[in-house]
């Protein structure tokens, strides 16, 4: 008695192709929202906060937000290739006050490129050690930069007597350029964030730091430097933490010692806002710059409005916004899941 | 000729377990050499030893004539052996493209040229028989068509030789065909070929030599593969006499069962969008019942349907006449039908908890009064099936994380016995276990079904599948496409319905 | 072969130690400390400095045993020093309307604040880092929000006693402490809930495939560490017998994570060392009052910790393999 029941079809061709499906609308629509809700948000909040707000879209207005974000942008933008390649950096608030107070010291010692060179060095030495303890002694990043975070901040701490000197930058320094005005700071930050998309798109160690977030089994299995690359990249995190410093200082004219406490969770938060994934393997720069801004106009319209809460205000609003966007972020990332 | 490749003597131990004992393998250039063995005969670990993924305890491995030890993949690589695995890894979250190219990008001033590296990507792809977007990421594409992006990397890097870990598992005949085209074509030019399949009818097909394993030694090693009877390879890497092969079958599976009853488990209409398409199934008390087809069949998604772990869009389960209602594992598992899962390093085993523990995690409400679990009821239920299914471990307390394969998957077996289940879903429930355990856990499944318990079989091994089920019903795409019964379940027949099934086509999409 | 065996009994032993200082290192490191201590300034081990010391260590020490468990689940929680601070914040206006009241209320805002962070981490599959992190940045601005950035006095005679007041010569809050390290452990050990709270940290997957129900202990993870934070918020307010809702708890999370890390409960988890947390909050207490001591300048009590922390984490590891 046959049992086998089969339904009849026609021969494929011998070497037929394969074709995929084609891209549901559904997978289209996802990871726009995924790769640009940033973006968008950020548009849309600037329009109604131009018609809603008065004096918001005025230039005065624009300039100081886009100023007093500029360089600790920089710190955000290390981070995105951080978390992109499946890591975390605790350490750069810690790295960019340490960043001032060496510049400051540089300056008054050495000169305008001794206090360009010493914080960028230390700090690139300092994720060069983070770095080497995450892949040689096989730490955790998420410990290892905690404890940096404690770490650079005592060192700053004795390197600045217990905190109290504050350096100050000679007043004839060259230094003093560097951070001055409005445009020089805009200008670093849109050159640095332009080098770093194409570093991340465009370079090799950028593509392996989406493989190793991806898929760090696969990225060893591919032949990638995966160690390298992952050291590596926290000596990038740190050198863009202690220049960020370094120039701060020098706009701020001193190097200030109280500064940057929590900076590290303000940039997460602005790469997350901007649609980096925090397990890795996807993200992109100028998802971070709108988040950067995001954030830097929430402050800012909180700060017109609500002032009599001060920063504490923007900082309830920045919480329940990291929240939101997380929650909708994991839900995309569910949804395109499905084949 | 000189061997290209030459594995000498080598060792490779494990805690608890020798996974290569003094193995010896040559390759010459330009032949396909097969190399076969059941699980856990040691053909992973001898690849992982020939391209830098482990290193060898003792023995040589010889490069071209000259002695080498790569300590990364990457230093096999940059030498010449390139490796295609038998999952797909690559980057799901990167493009086609991308992935392709990873690591060996073509470049403009210094600069990753994308467009270059995209029409290029394309033209490959082509000639491989895939022809999609490559900007999209590699996840969104079938699992064969990412299979043949792996395979087309592999082969893209001036290699002397390709290894090839099950290549096949998950792709069509044609993509098949269009595998077997490229190897003829690296052999012509003088390329040595490691294939590794279980499918015996694929090795004579395109391999000239092969190299036989068992239990981590080589049995036979470098054989011709036109002179070999294939009742002896088998039997070879069975371990197990011609005879005996040829009379009792391959694997310890003895499906003599009475069924009898109203059916236990009463599936209809499982729906998941893009996924199952309308599956219904029975199974009776004593049956085992096997779900046959090929990798991303939907196999697995139907099992975990079953038992509530994957949400459905429609369909309804009925356990012993009862319909359960709410869509979870703690319902079901309240209903009585559990399942054993295909990943057990992923969803079964909880690798820092004890023996005891790991048995006893599902029966837990069952077992705790006020939320205290009771010792002395947990510890009589632990010994019980510690004892029944022979699990080897040094003590209940040894984490499970220690134990072999074949154990772990014992333990996770005692973990759905304990609950005294109605039925039973074993997806995969010999992978990765070697032939001793294997025959063990087969011939619990075999107890079980003559207990009562109504079975559902998942099992890529044709044999294991054939042998074990009552009835075979045959997946494609989510779909039900053939259903052998009786005598009827046999090899060929279930070939013949995975050929004759309706092709992948285009995604209807709903 | 004999080549082999030798090797053999080098990693053997190498083994061995790193496994016993995982376990008891942190123990031997307490015991070590304050024999240091005390051969340095004879003051030190006696009951008066050991009841100073119980004061600051017990609220980090509840802390941690709320984020030992949390840990425990593969999770962290970031959001615990906010949660002191918006206890700062309550207990000033509520005291007003009756100790037992505020009490309550300062109990619901952690359990709150723990619902919340729990619940994106199970329902929205969050990762805890950032859902954590958020509620952080959230709830310490919102504390603010309610009660202002200053310092208030509070002058409510229990909690004011359970600050500062002993016991048969032991404080108070010492024998609280007790109490909830007791039940901790209970849980841990003996309940169900203990049971499947370190299944999911171990292999979520595979828990709940068992059928555990996992979104519910993990909320109810997060919601105990809450409660215990409120409380170690009162405490502190009690202790100083001010509130102050931007200082207090600032950094208690990186002093809770310390000692849960310290006492040698692992971050990736699927275990959770009670007995040790609670060596780990004693030590890095130790330390800290060693440095104070003999003066050891702030930035570098900083590095020391840094470096400690690091070194219990990488002693942590285990072994090493290939």
Known sequence: MSSVTTQPQAAEPF????????????ERVTGLVQNHGGEAVLAVVVVVASLGSQGFASWGNIESILVGNAYTALLALGMTFVIISGGIDLSVGSMFALGGVLAARGSIDGGPVVAILLPVGVSA?????????????RMEPFIVTLAGLLGVRGLMQAISKEGSSTYLVPQHSAFLNFGSGSWRPIMTAVVLFGIG????????????????????SAAVLMGLPVQRTRALVYVLSGSLAGLAGALNASRLQSGVTNIGVG???TAIAAVIIGGTLLTGGAGSITGTAAGVLLLAVIQNLIGVHLSKYGSSASDAVNGAFLAIVVIVQTYLSRLQRLP | ????????????????????????????PGEVHALVGENGAGKSTLIKVMTGVYKADAGEVRYAGKPVAFDSPSAAQQAGISTIYQEVNLVPLMSVARNLYLNREPRRFGLIDSRRMRQQARGVLRQFGVDVNVSRPLRSLGLGAQQMVAIARAVQIDARVVIMDEPTSSLEKREVETLFRVIKQLREAGIAIVYVSHRLDELYKICDRVTVMRDGVVVGGGLDMRGLDRLRLVSMM???DVVDVKRHGVTAFDADHEIEGEPVLRVRGLTRRHQLHNISLDIRPGEVVGLGGLLGSGRSETARAIVGALGLDSGTVEVDGAVVRRRSTAASIKAGAVMLPEDRKAEGIIPNLSVRENIVLAALPRLSKFGLVSRAKQDEIVDFFIKRLRIKASSPDQHVGELSGGNQQKVLLARWMCLHPKVLLLDEPTRGIDVGAKAEVQGHIDDLAREGLGVLLISSELDELVEGSDRVLVLKDGHVIGHLAGDDVSEENLMEVLAAGPGAGDDIDD | MTDLSLERRITFDRDRVLSWLQSYGVYAAIVVLVAIDTALSPRFFTLQNARVQLFQAVPVLLVALGMALVIGTEGIDLSVGAVIALAAALIPIMIGHGLVLTIVVVLIAGGVSGTIGGSMVAFARVQPIVATLALM???RGFAVIINGASAKPVNNQFIDDLGVKNWFGVPEMAFLAALVVAIVAFVVRRSTFGRQLMAIGDNRAASELSGTPVRRVLVLVYVICGILSAIAGILIVGHGAEADPSGAGLLYELSAITAVVVGGTPLSGGKVKVVGTVAGAIFMQLVQATLIQHNVKNSWSQIIEAIIICFAVYAARGRSGR
Not at chain 2, 4 to 10: A, Q
Not at chain 2, 13 to 21: E, H, K, N, T
Request: glycine letters at 12%.
């Open chain 1, 15 to 26: 070497g037929g192709t394969t074709v995929a499906a084609s891209d549901s609308r559904k």
């Open chain 1, 125 to 137: 030495l300092i994720g060069l050690v983070q770095g080497l303890l995450i892949t040689r002694a």
């Open chain 1, 197 to 216: 998309t194409i570093v991340l798109q465009r370079t090799r160690f950028g593509q392996a730091l989406f493989a190793i977030g991806g898929s760090r």
């Open chain 1, 263 to 265: 900076y590290e969770l």
């Open chain 2, 1 to 28: 000729m000189e061997n290209v490749l030459e594995v000498d003597h080598v060792v490779k131990r494990f805690p608890g377990v020798v996974a290569l004992d003094r193995v010896s393998f040559s390759l010459q």
């Open chain 2, 238 to 240: 069975l371990g197990r």
């Open chain 3, 137 to 139: 940045i959230g709830l």
